[in-house]
């Protein structure tokens, strides 16, 4: 197994893991009191190894819960079809839905390499919703946002392109407490620039500008960051 991920949900005894094994197959696992039972798997990536290479093992898949509602969204990259395309599944305590997909770049003939979704609210807090943040980077170095508005996700942005890496996962986000909107963070280093992070913010349906927060002030000269938790 190279990565996991689990969940547990806000309404009912109940957590589901996503497992990616080394040979590219992504699980995903139902966990009910003491018994587990499988929902479904697919191929979500290439072999990878995640012990030997820098940037040989990403973490093609990603599980949240509508805070609201308790439904599971289940997101994955799937190799053996359309580049440039999320697929999905959800999980409402009793069934799997069948798999749905979303185009987040047309014209991307590219996989993605890691991904993050971000729900909005917390279990027993009046902010929560059925609202989340997708993140995604693909391996032409392109990071993406799209939203879910609790039915289905809705037009992409591309928050940058020429991205500083793609060996790791430099990027973030969080919803805000009080406003409501979703602020992510990405690493923005380039060939001429020192350890420089963006901020951009999702507000009413629209993102905002691009604009830079903070340099680390590296004063060796750019180095890149791996690795951006909000």
Known sequence: I????????????????????????L???????TTWSNLFYTTSS??????????????TFDLAYEQLSGRALM????????????????????????ESSFVINASANSNFNWMK???????????????MMFL??????NLYAAYWDGTQFLASTT???SFPTTDGRPFDGAWETLSGDFVAIYGSTTATTQDIFTRRIFSGGAWGIATSTFSMGD????????????
């Open 117 to 131: 979704l971000i729900p909005k609210g917390s279990r027993l807090t009046d902010n929560r919703s059925n609202e």
């Open 75 to 98: 997101v994955y990259n799937r190799l053996d079809v359309s580049y440039g395309t999320l697929y999905y599944r959800t999980w409402d305590g009793n069934a799997t839905s069948s």
């Open 159 to 161: 928050l940058k392109t």
């Open 2 to 25: 190279q990565h996991v991920r689990v969940q547990a949900a806000p309404t009912r005894n109940e957590f589901i893991s996503g497992q990616l094994l080394a040979n590219g197959r």
């Open 27 to 33: 699980d995903f696992i139902k966990a009910s009191g």
């Open 219 to 230: 004063a060796t000269g750019p180095v890149k960051p791996y690795w951006v938790s909000v």
């Open 46 to 59: 290439a072999t990878q190894a995640c012990n030997t290479t820098l940037g040989g093992c990403n973490q």
């Open 136 to 141: 995604a980077v693909d391996n032409s170095s």
